[in-house]
């Protein structure tokens, strides 16, 4: 299969052929084409898969196909994500692909200015990658036009619904035209996005790339008993004397990020931590240290850590195991990206044996232990007991957490 035959144009192939692309990934082969016929889609996809070229590209090819007249601060193009770095992202991806087309793109997202935003719409642009809260603000301050709108797009919509962004994705829907294409994108189907897919789609083709619940092949992972007192000294060894360049470490709290930063820092290791407490400049700041290997290692919580594209990144570590196992797919995700192969290692203590269970469970496999030596866990600790209740609560509700919860989910 080639790019080739899926209906873009040449401007594009070009730009396709200079980013080293030498064939479609499976979910670009099926989504490229039903997007240039004006289809709505329902996509089961997660990040890794190339789905951001899977809409960017069709999305492009349909732009360029016509020139309508636009009037200032109306837009053909939406696209909506959760977090600031993936709106970030999908519009460099746009940026990237369209490079050989005149259409214009922005982003939009809180944490920032308004007022650039705000003029860059009044002068007049194509396509808007946005977060819902900073949208929805501009929207009300008639800072945006609708009325034209050709596509949305609502990417990682699970993503969306767990951080609470329904009821602003709801308000800025009846702003738009009814006559329009959607494109949704989703890593998991809850019933809140079944009913969010049914209300907003109109005859859906459906999208499914790599069986849900299963990870990626190509990715190895292994887990390191060890007690939890002692995580910290065993990350440090490792990363010393496996001599990882870049390696992403989960925690699961943003007090716990910092905590752990702090103390890599002290010990000799360049770090930074990213969540949802740091300024929109220190975060990008971070990412771009850890991209350029400035910083050793880059210390995330889930939220944050969501859609941030780093090519080739060898080692993910789960330094705390995520309480939902879907958040443990997501995490190693973020290694053996697009063919490459990755390592996943998890600091597992005994208050974490059932969170472990879970995970095998939910991704089908059992998961290699390896006990480092020195670090076998101390018998006489037992084990503190999940609860299990707080976390389902907080899963449905996508709520944030509680401070010192140790099991809660963080919003980060
Ligand atoms: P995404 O799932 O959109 O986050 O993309 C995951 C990674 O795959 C990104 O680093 C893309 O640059 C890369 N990628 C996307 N499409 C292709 C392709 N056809 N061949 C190789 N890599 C790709």
Request: net charge negative; hydrophobic share 30%.
């Given at each position: 299969m080639s790019f080739t035959t899926l209906g873009l144009n040449e401007a594009l192939l070009k730009a396709i052929k200079e980013t080293g692309y030498t064939a479609p990934t499976p979910i670009q082969a099926k989504a490229i084409p039903t997007v240039i016929e004006s289809k709505d889609v329902l996509a089961a996809a997660q990040t890794g898969t190339g789905k951001t070229a899977g809409f960017t590209l069709p999305i492009l090819q349909r732009l360029s196909q016509t020139q309508p007249h636009m009037k200032p601060k109306q837009i053909r193009v939406l696209v909506l994500t959760p977090t600031r770095e993936l709106a970030a992202q999908v519009e460099e991806s746009i940026k990237t692909y369209g490079k050989y087309l005149p259409h214009s793109s922005t982003v939009i997202f809180g944490g920032v200015g308004i007022n650039p935003q705000l003029a860059a719409l009044r002068k007049g642009v194509e396509i808007v990658v946005a977060t819902p809260g900073r949208l929805l603000d501009i929207a009300g301050q008639k800072?945006?036009?609708?009325?034209?709108?050709?596509t949305l797009v609502l990417d990682e919509a699970d993503r969306m619904l767990d951080m609470g962004f329904i009821h602003d994705i709801k308000k800025l829907m009846k702003m738009m035209p009814k006559q329009k294409q959607t494109l949704l994108f989703s890593a998991t189907f809850s019933k809140e996005i079944k009913q969010l897919a049914s209300s907003l789609l109109h005859n859906p083709v459906l999208i499914e790339v790599a069986r849900e619940n299963t990870t990626a092949t190509q990715i190895s992972q292994v887990v390191h008993p060890v007690d939890k007192s002692r995580k910290r000294a065993l990350l440090t060894q490792l990363i010393k004397e496996k001599q990882w360049s870049q390696v992403l470490v989960f925690t699961r709290t943003k007090h716990g990020a910092n905590r752990l930063t702090k103390q890599l820092s002290e010990a000799g290791i360049g770090a930074a931590a990213i969540h949802g407490d740091k300024s929109q400049g220190a975060r990008t700041k971070a990412l771009a240290a850890f991209k350029s290997n400035t910083i050793q290692v880059l210390v995330a919580t889930d939220i944050a850590a969501r859609g941030i594209d780093i090519d080739q990144l060898p080692h993910v570590v789960n330094y705390e195991l995520p309480n939902v196992p879907e958040d443990y797919v997501h995490r190693i995700g973020?290694?053996?990206?697009?063919?490459q192969s990755g390592e996943a290692v998890s600091l597992v203590c005994i208050d974490e044996h059932k969170l472990l269970a879970d995970i095998e469970r939910f991704t089908k496999s059992k998961i290699e232990k390896v006990q480092i030596e020195g670090y076998t866990?101390?018998?006489?600790i037992k084990a503190e007991p999940i609860q299990k209740k707080q976390q389902n609560r907080n899963r449905s509700r996508g709520a944030s957490p509680r401070n010192g919860n140790r099991n809660s989910r963080s919003r980060a």
């Open positions: 800072g945006i036009d609708f009325s034209a709108l050709e973020r290694t053996g990206r697009a063919g866990p101390d018998p006489s």
